[in-house]
């Protein structure tokens, strides 16, 4: 029996999560690109996530523990009822910014009625869905692909299926990652979008949106399947000898 896991009901729109964290804009900017990218795809819903600078479960203003629970909750649940994810942050030091990763390791160990924690990679919340990355970078090589693979290896590590744009066009005239979509920022950080990093990041979100929804296809047709295979199998006499 397949151990590949629904996010339940299947019939209402795919709902692409892209989770972020910009301190300047660049990510925010480029996050929006990528939602276009998204609801090119029919049926497609995106749902943007901004990562804040403090961690999840520490209290802000004058919130009450309860108050933070149910706000720690309520975005556990938008990553819960996600299909796919896609995650973008700046090189920070030629990594992801630590704000962004600390999301996932807040979130991976968030109290749960439901998560192991003592396996939080085996999590419901990113298991078996699709998974990618996009990020921004001051200068050509200050490390947007190491970037890119530090979030890429967090996907892998929590089971996700990992979905990059791959090489596309000529080589030479392909100044973007084959790992995800980047943008350079330029050493004052406020280097405006190119139309190349535009159609990069847009192409992201179309991509990741696509094979979410053959993934969802995918698993409707095993579970029609399934049902099928039931109903023919109950169709058959009683054989109490069998
Ligand atoms: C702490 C820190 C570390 C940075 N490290 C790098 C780096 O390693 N390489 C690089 O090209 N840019 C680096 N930058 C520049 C940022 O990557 C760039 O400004 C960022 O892409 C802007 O994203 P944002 O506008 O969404 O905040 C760094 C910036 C900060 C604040």
Sequence with gaps: MSTIRSTGDTDRPLRILIVYYSRFGA?????????????????????????????????????????????????????????????????????????????????????????????????????????????????????????????????????MIVVTPGQRGPILEQPSAPYGATAITGPSGHRELSAQEQEEARYLGERVATIAGRLRAGWQAEVAARQDHLLESSAQPFDPSA
């Design 27 to 159: 990510i925010k900017e480029l996050a929006g690109i990528i939602a276009e990218g998204v609801v090119k795809v029919h049926g497609a819903s995106v749902d943007l996530l901004a990562v804040e600078e403090q961690p999840l479960g520490e209290a802000r203003g004058d919130e009450t523990d309860e108050q933070m629970r149910q706000r720690r909750g309520a975005i556990s649940d938008r990553v819960a009822r996600a299909d796919a994810l896609i995650i973008g942050g700046p090189a920070y030091f030629g990594s992801m910014a630590s704000p962004l990763k600390r999301f996932f390791e807040d979130c991976a160990t968030a109290e749960s009625a439901i998560l192991d924690r003592t396996r939080p990679w085996h999590h419901y919340l990113f298991r078996d869905k699709p998974g990618a990355a996009f990020t921004s970078s001051a200068t050509p090589h200050g490390g947007n692909e190491q970037a890119l693979l530090s979030m890429l290896t967090m996907l892998i590590h929590l089971g």
